[in-house]
Each structure stands twice: as C-alpha cells, then as structure tokens.
C-alpha cells in the first residue's frame, strides 16, 4: 500500500494532509524516514513514527478502556463529557465506536472498534456473551433478592421476565451480576425491580476478558490478537 494511504487508513488525516506529512520528512517506516508519500509497503507487522512516536499499523482497530465515571458514551454529549476525548486524535478519525454503552455513572470495561461486524457480534442479542458487573446496593443484598435475579424479573416494556446469568453477594451491600443482554439501565432496572437500589456500578468483565487491574481510570489500551481471541471464545456459538 502506499505511504499516504497507509497514514490515512490509521486516521493520521486526508489524503492531502498525509502527503504533505510525508513530504516535510516527519514520516519513518519500520525506523527509516521515509520522504515518498507514493513508496509501496507492505503493513504487515509495519511501525510507523511519525514526529518520532511509534505507532503500529492495525488493520482495525480494538480498544479497551477504563471507563471513568462522569463520562457518556456519545458522540453528542449532552450534560457530560464524552469517553470519545479521552482517546487519541486518529482513533477518533477512523472513526472507532464504542462496543455497547455504560451509563454516564457506570465505571469500567468499554470496548471501542472500526470494525462494523465484530461490534455486531459483540452486542448481538443472539450471542449473548456475559456482561459482568459489580453492583453496590442502597440496601442490603438479600437471598430473596438474589433468587429474584436468578429467576427472572419483570422490566417494564419487557413481555417476558429478564434472568441473570448469574448472581452473588460480594459482602453486606454488593453483589456480581452476569448479564446475558445490554438493555437500556438492565442491570439498574433489574435491581431497581427487586426492590433495592443502585448506588455504583462497575463492569468488570466481558464474557472472559477482565478489565486489566493495571490500567487506571481514563485509560485505554490496545486489544491484542490473544485479547481478541478470547474475546471470540466467550460466544457460546464459538464453543458449541
Ligand atoms: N446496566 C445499567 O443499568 N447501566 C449500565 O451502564 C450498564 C448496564
């Protein structure tokens, strides 16, 4: 592929301004500046620098996040600032979106991608990968509770009662709670209908990829192809 096109399929800007970037000599390919926006490489495993900051080329792009309370999940925030400003200019240019919304409250797991069919495979009803979240609770977490979620409670504009995949108490006021489905507040809602309320809520995991431990609030990090693949291993079609 050619050296400006490269730099315009990461989100480094048009094509007049990828030539123009190459051009004044701020460009190096795996380590060699590079001065000819029509020079072929293969991406393959390619690093580019530009102005000297490393950065390699990804076909698509996977991003997790540690989501920070106080942030919404829109391009048009309307009372909070986005979790879009908190990624670098060129995912935002090739336009990554967020895999499925948190609450602008809700803390932990996000995923962002350009990549159309796997957002689709992540958020799809029918795949119904796990959403895992830890709840703390305005009242005490009860077995009665606890059965309730697990059998299934009734959520207005809901035809069917909605279960968790899973549910425990944590201690006193705090409860883990799997989700198979990404309806609007669920896991609010589902609470909310048990009769007690939620006061925080982290997402923890994603089917088996776990927020890492070491990447603090407001951060993000690129998902790898070992991410990925476990990622794919959590739909139950990938194991069936
Ligand atoms: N359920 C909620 O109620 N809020 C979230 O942000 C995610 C799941």
């Known amino acids: ?9 990461q989100g480094f800007g048009s094509r007049k301004g990828c030539v123009a970037q190459v051009r004044a000599g ?3 390919v795996n380590g060699v500046v590079c001065d000819d926006p029509e020079a072929e490489f293969d991406t393959t495993g390619l690093e580019l620098g530009l102005d000297g900051v490393a950065w390699a080329y990804r076909d698509k792009a996977y991003v997790l996040m540690h989501k920070p309370a106080g942030y919404e999940c829109s391009h048009h925030p309307s009372h909070h ?4 400003s908190l990624l670098p200019p060129p995912l935002l240019q090739r336009g990554v ?3 499925g919304r948190l609450d602008q409250d809700t803390t932990g797991l996000l995923l962002f991608s ?3 069919q796997f957002i689709h ?3 799809s009803p029918r795949k119904g990968i796990a959403k895992i979240y830890r709840a703390t ?3 005490p977490v009860t077995d009665a509770m606890l059965e309730a979620l697990r059998k299934g409670v009734m959520l207005n504009d809901e035809p069917a009662p909605i279960a968790a995949l899973a549910c425990e108490r944590l201690d006193a006021a705090t409860l883990r709670l799997t989700l198979a489905e990404g309806k609007y507040h ?3 809602r589902m609470i909310a209908a048990t009769g007690n309320r939620v006061e925080t809520l982290h997402r923890e995991a994603i089917g088996s990829h776990v927020l890492p431990a070491d990447l603090p609030p407001g951060n993000w990090r690129w998902l790898e192809t070992t991410d990925l693949q476990q990622l794919e291993q959590s739909w139950p079609s990938a194991k069936s």
């Not at 592929?1 to 399929?9: F, H």
């Not at 600032?81 to 879009?84: A, D, E, H, L, Y």
């Open 121 to 123: 495979r992540m958020i």
């Open 26 to 28: 701020t460009v190096a």
């Open 81 to 84: 600032p986005s979790v879009f």
């Open 97 to 99: 979106q967020c895999v």
């Open 137 to 139: 609770c305005a009242e």
């Open 186 to 188: 669920q896991a609010k």
């Open 1 to 9: 592929m050619k050296l400006y096109r490269i730099l315009q399929s």
């Open 114 to 116: 350009d990549d159309g």
